[in-house]
């Protein structure tokens, strides 16, 4: 709402202000009018059903993202209804089946869904601060190198999972490996940094928030990056067929302008650090090509 100026004056002077102010008014309230008319929301729906890939469960899908629900009420005027997913990819089945309106999808789920459904939009995203995939040898097993772990078992977490599966045989494939030959890949999901811990594997693959794992306990000294990938797409914002054409853009435009407020909402459960010092970015489809080829060399299949 803009602040109008008001002149302090007197006698005839004051009625030509009060004639001024009145055209200045009359003016200015036709340009917010216009304003208004940008964006046409009579065909908005007065609920979102939103869900987030990769968490499940409706308990804790509302608990972590309460704070951001009523930021974008608050924000767009709109209620939020939670919906909550089975596993990181069952929100490309719900994306297609129409459960869902909008959805925050982790980068490798994007890809997932959009090939299900490719007419689907992207509404901006979350780019993390430090989010890149690292590969991580004990020190004990000699282990300086990709080259060094030819013939290594290495740990990986979930398939799908951008930091944890995709991401990394993405790198391997790049630097020119046969990821069927040269090495034995194993899928340990959360218990995969544990193995390297423990001594069951020399090397693991996954985000960067390993190896920071690995420095708050003090054991940097025995274990080494032997790898470091460049920065993973951002956690896109997905929005369904289901919404109006117009959503999209306003939405992404409400999140960039009200950014600090947004990420503030999101961050406000410990759980959702990892966007922490985060940013609100605009995001295009071709941002995801280098996962979407890894999904298609090593052939896995995008249905549910």
Known sequence: MKKWPFLLMSGLALSVSALVSTQTFAQDDSSDEGAAEEVDRSDWPETVRFAVAGMEGTEELQRRYEEFAATFEELLGMEIEFYALSDRLVSSAAVEHDHVDLVLSGPSEYVVTKDAKPDIQLAGGIERDDYYVVFIASKESGIESLEDAVGETIAMKDTGSTSGHIGPTGVLIEEGYDIDNDFD?????????????????????????????????????????????????????????????????EFVRIITENEEEVLRAI?????????????????????????????????????E
């Open 185 to 249: 890949i194993i899928m340990l999901g959360d218990a995969s940094l544990e193995a390297l811990l423990n001594g069951e594997v020399d090397v693991m693959a996954d985000g960067v928030k390993h190896w920071n794992t690995i420095v708050e306990e003090g054991r940097e000294d025995d274990f080494v990056i032997i790898y470091e990938g460049e920065p993973l797409p951002a956690d896109p914002f997905i929005v369904n067929t289901t919404m109006p054409e117009n959503f999209a853009e």
């Open 267 to 303: 961050i406000g459960d410990d759980q959702n650090d990892k966007f922490e010092g985060g940013s609100i970015i605009e995001v295009l489809d071709e941002d995801f090509d280098n996962l979407r080829e890894t999904y298609e060399l090593l052939g896995l299949e995008f249905e």
